[in-house]
């Protein structure tokens, strides 16, 4: 066997432990275990809040919270989005100050951002469509394909959200090079408005701009905690989890906030859509916990198999997350069925037996589902900060404008096609998730949506590939 083709064989824990000992020393090694175990909470709440079923009409579903109000507490263990947001900040602001350093181009910096989020998730869409396509085909009926579908691309919500955050990284660190924290608490000020201007005034349209403020707040966080304006001392971090701790108690116990920090069905007042004080509440008490523990933590991560086990989830957390509810169908389509897997009635004591044996098949599921198509996340990133051929991109200006001279015409033809495809993909996201429940075109999903996505996500890697 030659030498090429062992290493072509060589196995995948070689390849992690050769990662986990290149890592640079500066590494906050607590912001990759954070993001990991973010993801892999909120699948497990989403496992356990899933109440799907088979019967004579075919796949069917629920929520949990929605039959067990004794349960909505624990969604405060669960929604742990705010942390993804907190260490997307920390993470986005890093890698944005190193391509400026190298002098990269903001545009650069954004398409190979954008381009290790899009490139598993179009895998995820295509497949989902053409699955959906066959199903048909093969006779099934529209109604249960379309809600197979819902259920599948349940996680687009936040990658929707996600994906509006890092295409606005730019423009909101030159806000917070500038002003600092007083740019989350604006924008804290501003999700408060929207929810006296929705709860006081009945005026949903203007509170839905939470779904933005709040996330973008959360983010700016993390923007101070990775160049210190936050400090990470326990006289910062102790305070502010206390403070936001007691804040959400507060709200939810004599003010107008439900408890559950996750979507309810049928409930009046939701924290998550669009999201509240409440739910900032959470996530200021959750910023002072993190805050509190990162030294231990990174103390703890310096051991070679704890941070191998970070490096390796990092390496598939997108197609973890995009995945995951995809496995309920799975799981449930061939074990509901057939009758190897009992249904009993949410909430008795049957069914609360049968929620660990439930988790270890979708946990099964899953991975198999990541061995297939992890690859894609893992080997499909482009790496960003290689500038237009024959341009020295060392003396580019971050703005865009070569210290020299202005943007060349090629430059600002590949800026626009980049913001071209970058909204094409944030409006597609927007589309598909928005679309709700139903069989709304032959891949299931709305067809003007999927087309669209797929053209941005089409658009930014042949730009990336003209510049080198």
Sequence with gaps: MSDSTKRDHRPVTWGLRRL??????????WVDLL??????LVVIGHWLASAVNYDEDGLGGGHVLKDLPWAH??????????????????????SLRASRGR?????????????????????????????????RALGGEQELIGRAAWLATIPLWFLTVYFAVVVLTPVMHLLHRRWGL???????????????????????YVGSANFLLMWLAV??????????RLPTRWTVALPLAVAGFGSLVLLTAAGPYPVSMVFVPGAQVQNTSPP???????????????????????????????????????????????????????????LYPTGIFPQPPVGTGQWLLSRLPWLACLTVVLASLVMLFGRIEWRGRIRPGRGP?????AGVDPAGVDKDRRPTAPQRRYTTLTIAGLAGAQMGLAGITLAGPGYHGPGALPTGALLAYLAGAVTLPLIQRRQV
């Design 73 to 94: 507490g624990l969604s405060w263990l669960f929604q742990v989005m705010p942390v993804f947001f907190l260490v997307g900040g920390f993470a986005n602001a890093s």
């Design 20 to 29: 986990a000992e290149e890592t640079p020393p500066q590494r906050d090694r």
């Design 276 to 334: 509240t004080v409440a739910l900032l509440s959470l996530a200021a008490a959750q910023t002072g916990l993190v805050l509190l523990l990162r030294d231990r933590a990174n103390r703890w991560l310096q051991r070679t198999r704890p941070w191998t086990a970070v490096v390796a989830v990092n390496t598939v957390i997108l197609t973890v997350f995009l995945w995951h509810m995809t496995a309920v169908v799975v799981a449930a389509a061939a």
């Design 103 to 135: 002098g990269v181009h903001w545009r650069d910096w954004l398409a190979g951002r954008a381009d290790r989020l899009l490139r598993p998730t179009t895998a995820f869409l295509v497949l989902i469509g053409i699955s959906a396509v066959v199903a």
């Design 35 to 40: 993001r990991a175990l973010a993801i892999v």
């Design 182 to 204: 007083a740019v989350p608490m604006v924008l804290a000020v501003g999700v408060g408005a929207g929810d006296i201007a929705r709860l006081g005034f009945d005026l949903p």
């Design 219 to 228: 983010h700016q966080v993390g923007f101070a905690w990775q160049d210190g």
């Design 389 to 393: 051929a024959g341009v020295d991109s």
